[in-house]
């Protein structure tokens, strides 16, 4: 996230063209740049998954503990967001430079993931008030240059689809602690989750009376606000946050108009996402990571 | 650990390399576009990622200043994911300081410092994949970095970890380069030793794991000396193969050689 220093007349280049629905590069108000996704990267994780949007690089892996369920959902596993900036992105991140938008990112996630209906916490489940999976989603932020929390969805949602939980089945208990085994390789070993309800969260940043969706970096400094909306595959809203310091003219409609964007757009992105990652898994390309 | 022997009585390893071999290294330089300059270096399945910021002014704290060279900043960082246990914190341990404190040593030796007086240079190393000599590979994905953001080097700084594995059958130890993540937790020493291989110098050794017999010392320090030397001659070829990609694109785009 490295300052920007824009010129007056570099903003109203930006603005005018927003105005006519054409920005810098070409794009239309509510377009993605390209998107690159691959699965499968990290070999110690359950499931992995990463993604380049423009500049910002993420690398998001799953992995699975055995864990005590909460007291209050004993029938249910859990899910636990770690974000960690590295340094490679800024020098600002040094050390615990990062923690604060680390922290922020990973709310975020729990926040857009809180519902039972993104994904379902029951399926974590190995017994009932006593064990169950602890899915540690971990995402180390490799290089940021806009539409970060966009990224880090895309990748997490990507990620769960590449988990594979392995089957575990009681085999005794010994004087009140539970013994467990983790299935053969015979028996189909492991199993995949149930990721395709997951959301995408969406940012879109206001420009006087436009909307902009993934924002280049120049035009995140043009914007005087952002909103951040998670949406689901079936158009419901998990999760909104306005980041930052700006804010929306209440009356002036254009918080409405802003929600039904961000969901179209996350819907589209829903299924393109999907796409990209049932071609993934149908077609296994081998593993290409940083070297290409 | 009954079974698994660190060297076969074929002679083979316990991946099936022999004791002299190294692990396949595969690197790309000029990964990211916002350090000023990046490598990813693969050694094995040790993979690294590497950034460098720099020369650049020190802004917020003026006591880190030489008046005669630049002040050197490493960081070593490894993901939470990197380890098959999955691992708490990415960096700020004590294991993690002593890292930072070894690269700075090593790159203040390697880095014509002289030439950035009053500017600060900014390593910072990210461990995706832990299976072994994570310190060398480090060191190594470093060197590139530096290269790739232009900051001159007295030399390529090459980094290798050795090990000595017991005696069987009556046969003297053998030693053994590049160790990966099995050799280094099966017990056994483990010598980590980076040089500057063309001036024929050492700029850092540290002995870890077991105690290591006086008599053992040679053999050990020169597979690492040699394993040094041999990585230098891979991370040569990846560079002058960089170099002539990028001048490639600049002919093509019309940047020209002319000027």
């Not at chain 1, 993104?118 to 932020?141: A, E, P, Q």
């Not at chain 1, 990620?159 to 053969?184: F, M, N, R, W």
């Not at chain 1, 946050?241 to 209440?250: C, D, E, N, R």
């Amino acid at each position: 996230m490295a300052d920007i220093l824009l010129s007056e007349a570099e903003k109203t280049f930006i603005l005018h063209g927003v105005r006519d629905n054409v920005r810098n590069d070409g794009r239309s108000c509510s377009e993605f740049r390209p998107i690159e996704l691959e699965l499968g990267l990290v070999e110690n994780a359950n499931g992995s998954a990463r993604v380049r949007l423009a500049n910002t690089d993420v690398l998001v892996a799953v992995k699975c503990e055995i864990d005590n369920p909460p007291s209050n959902f004993p029938d249910e596993g859990k899910l636990d967001f770690f974000v960690d900036c590295s340094a490679n992105a800024t020098p600002q991140f040094e050390g615990k430079g990062g923690e604060q938008l680390a922290v922020e990112l990973a709310a975020l996630m729990s926040r857009a993931y809180q519902t039972r209906e993104s994904f379902n916490l029951s399926t974590l489940s190995i017994i009932k008030g006593m064990k169950c999976w602890k899915l540690c989603i971990d995402v180390l932020i490799l290089e940021c240059g806009g539409s970060l929390i966009d990224a880090i969805s895309m990748g997490t949602k990507a990620a769960l689809a590449d988990t594979k939980i392995p089957k575990v089945s009681v085999i005794g208990s010994d004087e009140g602690t539970l013994e467990l085994e983790l299935a053969d390789e015979a028996d189909g070993r492991e199993e995949p989750l149930d990721w395709h309800h997951a959301p995408c969260l969406v940012t879109l940043n206001k420009l006087e009376d436009s909307l902009l969706v993934d924002a280049s970096a120049e035009e995140e400094a043009c914007c005087a606000a952002a909103l951040i909306v998670g949406v689901s595959p079936n158009k419901k809203i998990t999760t909104t946050s306005i980041p930052g310091h700006g804010s929306f003219l209440a009356d002036s409609k254009i918080f409405a108009r802003a929600l039904n964007l961000a969901v179209d757009v996350g819907v589209k992105l829903n299924t393109a996402l999907e796409a990209a990652i049932k071609k993934h898994q149908t077609l296994k390309p081998p593993p290409r990571g940083f070297l290409d | 650990m009954a079974g698994l022997q660190l060297l076969s009585e074929y002679g083979l390893r316990v991946d099936g390399r022999r004791p002299n071999e190294l692990r396949q290294i595969r690197c790309k330089m000029g990964v990211f576009s916002q350090p000023d300059g990046s490598a990813y270096l693969e050694q094995g399945n040790t993979k690294v990622l590497a950034a460098v910021y720099g020369p650049h002014e020190v802004r917020l704290n003026r006591s880190k200043t030489h008046h005669d060279r630049a002040y050197i900043n490493c960081q070593f960082s490894m993901a939470v994911f990197s380890t098959s246990e999955r691992k708490r914190r990415p960096r700020g341990d004590r294991k993690s300081q002593e890292m930072d404190m070894n690269l700075n040593q090593i790159f203040e030796s390697a880095i014509r410092t002289e030439l950035y007086p009053r500017s600060r240079i900014d390593i910072y190393l990210e461990v995706l994949q832990a299976d072994g000599s994570n310190f060398s590979a480090c060191v190594n994905a470093a060197t590139l970095a530096l290269i790739d953001a232009g900051i001159p080097l007295k030399d390529y700084v090459c980094s290798c970890t050795s090990t000595l594995a017991p005696s069987q059958g009556g046969a003297p130890p053998t030693p053994m380069v590049d160790v990966n993540h099995v050799e280094e937790t099966l017990g056994g020493p483990g010598l980590n030793m980076s040089t500057l291989p063309r001036l024929d110098s050492v700029v850092h050794l540290e002995l870890s794991g077991t105690r290591l017999h006086l008599s053992h010392i040679d053999p050990v320090a020169e597979k690492a000396s040699t394993g040094a030397a041999d990585i230098m001659a891979v991370l040569d070829k990846a560079v002058r193969g960089h170099v002539a990609q990028c001048l490639h694109a600049r002919e093509l785009s019309g940047q020209g050689a002319d000027a």
